[in-house]
């Protein structure tokens, strides 16, 4: 059936009413004034077919009413003569079939559906008295069996679209399978892995191809693993098979193996799990139960060469013997321990039932018995033991009484209370690292799409400004949006790199006086467009005598992340207040909004990292969950403390933060300030007159940072040269020295470290002493200092500042002497 884009038709659609005065109407007019009636007499037809497979009304009718609207359009044009005849949707028809098979439905059922339409278009003539020529009813008759055609035919197995869809269905499923699959030869190389293969591993699939995966195996492992090829290459499959498995950073994960072979072909279908984790529980629980067992061991070699306490009852019950070691152990005499003496001993809540089990075994069922009771020692401690009895009888079976032994188990009774700890600790560190799991799983989904949404932005916005059509407004608001989202994503991989710096330790402080008046005021006119493009009233009350020693721009980043984290979770109307007052050695930072709140159940872990309250896809708010870890680690790193407080949700958040004030007097207002570096260049200055006439080599794999940096560096009054590898740069560069070079890093083959090393090689007279700039987006403090020690005079990090890159650029044109590297 057709699924064009139906119109709603009706007598108004086109002005078009049956013929007055008791005409009969056309055939046309039926299907457009009747649709509706024979939409609901198919469907009360077609209903009962379709009772098993519980389908909506939506599904059953799929796209009828639009084929009967393209029916009626069909036989308009066929009234109105000439070639003007609708096209057939043929891809409509074929997807309805398609959707009835995924229905469930089968090719007959649906040419039921189809003659069943005829059947009441037919009957709806014929109620209607309607007079039309014969060559309408062959047509309309025709289009309804060409339309089925097409449906049943997706029904045929051997389609070519099914087999091309079945294929890329396959393939969907190998790539995004949570295993690891993969198809080996018999030869022992991989010929295909999944893209959780590669993940697992950490190597990538050329590397995986480039050898035989027997390298990979441990070498413990790899004798067994050629013997399951070996049977897998004779047809026998593997159920499960374990190894160990090299990844690319040296360890080993262990890998559980199930696969078939097909001999015929040379090849080997596998699937795989990582099973390390698994393992190394299962190794910790082996130990911890060997230990439980040397320790069991113990116990019972020691109380096998130990005097045992033992006694002995007449056929009345009365315990006519006990032996030393019962003695010694209770301190009781002979003559309060014989007889039922002993009772006196048993803890007083033990003491009932040990009387009853016993005096009943000895005086009605004579059949063996055990009994744990807790047994008073010579020092008042009581201590478990066990007391076995078993019945004596003579050599005529008449019942003599009872021999029994009591061993003191007070070191097993400890055991069984360990082994029951440990196995509740590992209980909840396997629910600890099951949670782990889960953040970091919904960390990574966060991350993607954080990232993609500004990019979405960014690549969207391009291609309309690549059609030419965009009006000059439009076109401003283009590169408006392009650049807040590279910026957004530039701030999320900046809060992914201080988060790294944090976990590593290598978060640095340049602690100096810091005015906290001068930090809100920057933090609040970074915060304020957005606040008032959300309707959010920023209200700030600051102490100005609040002086604190630490890092400006930390500090500035700490009340930056709590500003902006109210206005985000805050509506429109509501309004966060900030307040900085002095309490007694301490500054008080308080942010407090009218937003949505925190629950209770997430206070405690509000400045976790990669935790968030809402991390589901529909979620209101972007963001990783990092900016309230960075927050409390600055903080504390200053000495002080963050703490949130909220009554629950809707009823709004309010952080504190407290530090140290500064015992360093504040500056006297009549003395000069010490000189600022200057702010960031504006508009004006984007092309220093220091670069006209400038030769830059500009050496980048990427055609489009390249032509970027070209078009930039032009603009500017340089003349530029490019290479696109490292050894075409050191070409150009013997062949036309220039004055200035600005080289990535990250290229393939020779990186820039390669690269600038074999210019320093040449002598200055070939432009071995040209100053360079690495332009990298490898932005971490080791990275910068990695690449000033290879040679390069700069480090600017990616995204590149236009304004900074010319500014360092003019610096070492023509007036930085190299020195030679040695």
């Known amino acids: 059936m057709s699924s064009s884009d139906p119109q709603e038709r009706g007598p108004s659609s086109e002005g078009r009413t049956p013929a007055e005065g008791g005409g009969s109407l056309s055939l046309v007019d039926l299907l457009e004034f009747d649709r509706d009636a024979i939409v609901e007499d198919w469907l009360s037809r077609v209903a009962p077919l379709f009772a098993n497979l519980r389908l909506t009304r939506e599904q059953i009718l799929d796209a009828l009413p639009a084929f009967i609207d393209e029916l009626r359009d069909t036989l308009e044009a066929e009234e109105a003569g000439g070639d003007r005849r609708p096209p057939h949707h043929r891809k409509a028809s074929e997807a309805h079939g398609r959707q009835r098979q995924r229905l469930g439905f089968s090719a007959a059922l649906v040419a039921r559906e189809y003659g ?74 991989f010929k295909r892995v999944n893209a959780y293969f590669v993940q697992v591993l950490g190597w990538s699939e050329p590397e995986l191809y480039r050898f035989p995966f027997l390298d990979l195996v441990h070498p413990d492992d790899r004798e067994a693993t050629r013997r399951e090829v070996s049977k897998l290459s004779q047809g026998i499959p593997t159920l499960r098979f374990e190894n160990r498995f090299r990844c690319k950073d040296g360890r080993y994960k262990w890998l559980a193996w199930a696969a078939r072979s097909v001999p015929a072909q040379g090849l080997i279908y596998a699937a795989a799990r990582d099973i390390t ?50 003695y010694a152990f209770t301190g009781q005499t002979e003559a309060q321990g014989l007889g039922l003496g002993w009772l006196d001993a048993i803890h007083p809540d033990d003491l009932e039932r040990t009387r009853n089990i016993f005096l009943s075994a000895n005086l009605a069922h004579h059949r063996s018995f055990r009994l744990d009771y807790r047994l008073r020692g010579t020092d008042g401690v009581y201590r ?134 001068t930090v809100v005021q920057q933090a609040l006119d970074s915060v304020r467009p957005a606040a008032d493009a959300r309707g959010v009233q920023v209200q700030a009350t600051v102490d100005s005598s609040s002086s604190v020693m630490g890092d400006l721009q930390r500090l500035q980043q700490v009340v930056w992340n709590l500003l902006s984290n109210a206005v985000k979770f805050t509506p429109r109307g509501g309004h966060v207040r900030l307040l900085v007052e002095r309490r007694d050695s301490l500054v008080e930072l308080t942010v407090q909004d009218t937003g949505q709140g ?112 070209r078009t930039l560096l032009e603009d500017s009054g340089a003349h530029v040269l490019t290479a ?99």
């Open 598 to 709: 925190i629950p209770a159940a997430f206070l405690p872990h509000v400045f976790e990292r990669f935790r968030q309250a809402d991390s589901g896809t529909t979620r209101k708010t972007g963001g990783l969950g990092l900016g309230l870890s960075i927050v409390r680690h600055i903080v504390e790193m200053h000495g002080g403390t963050v703490a949130v407080a909220s009554e629950g949700e809707g009823r709004g958040a309010t952080f504190t933060v407290r530090l140290p004030l500064s015992i360093m007097q504040r500056r006297d207002p009549l003395m000069v300030p010490s000189p600022r570096p200057p702010s960031a260049p504006g508009p004006e200055s984007v092309r220093p007159a220091e670069l006209n006439g400038v030769r830059v080599l500009v050496v980048d794999d990427e055609e489009d940072a390249r032509e970027l940096l």
């Open 384 to 517: 478990w033991a066990v007391d076995t009895g078993s019945p004596r009888f003579d050599t005529e079976g008449r019942f003599l009484g009872y021999i029994g032994s009591i061993i003191d188990i007070s070191d097993r009774k400890q055991a069984e209370v360990d082994r029951e700890a440990l196995l509740a600790r590992e209980s909840a560190a396997r629910k600890e690292a099951e949670e782990a799991n889960q953040l970091k799983d919904e960390f990574l989904a966060t991350v993607s799409h954080e990232l993609r949404t500004p990019l979405t932005a960014i690549l969207g916005w391009v291609q309309l400004l690549r059609t030419g059509h965009l009006p000059e407004s439009r076109r401003e608001r283009a590169l408006e949006t392009m650049e807040r989202n590279a910026r957004a994503q530039g701030q999320l991989i900046e809060d992914l790199l201080d988060v790294s710096r944090i976990m590593s330790g290598k978060l640095k402080l340049d602690v100096e006086p810091v005015d906290l008046s």
């Open 116 to 189: 069943l339409l005829r059947d009441c278009l037919l009957e709806r003539i014929e109620q209607e008295d309607i007079h039309f020529p014969l060559s309408q009813l062959r047509l309309l008759s025709l289009r309804i069996d060409t339309a089925m055609r097409e449906a049943v035919s997706q029904f045929e197995l051997d389609s070519p679209e099914r087999k091309s869809e079945e294929a890329e269905e396959r393939e969907r499923f190998f790539q995004l399978s949570p295993d690891m699959f993969c198809i080996a030869g018999i030869d022992a190389y």
């Open 724 to 822: 696109g590898s490292a050894a075409e740069g050191l070409q150009v560069l013997q062949e036309e020295p220039p004055d200035v070079l600005v080289s990535d890093i990250g290229m393939p083959g020779t990186d820039g470290y390669g690269f600038i090393e074999r210019v320093r090689a040449l002598p200055a007279d070939r432009g071995g002493r040209t100053p360079a700039v690495a332009i990298t987006a490898y932005a971490r403090s080791e990275d910068r200092t990695r690449v000033l020690r290879a040679g390069f005079q700069s480090h600017v990090p990616k995204p590149v500042e236009p304004v900074e890159l010319l500014a360092v650029l003019a610096s070492l044109a023509g007036c930085f002497e190299v020195p030679l590297k040695s």
């Open 277 to 326: 984790e698994q393992k190394v529980a299962a190794q910790e629980r082996e130990r911890l139960l060997e230990a439980l067992r040397d320790s069991e061991a113990r116990f019972r070699n020691m109380a096998d060469h130990a005097p045992v306490m033992l006694w002995v009852t007449d056929v009345d019950g009365v315990t006519t013997y006990m032996n030393r070691g019962w």
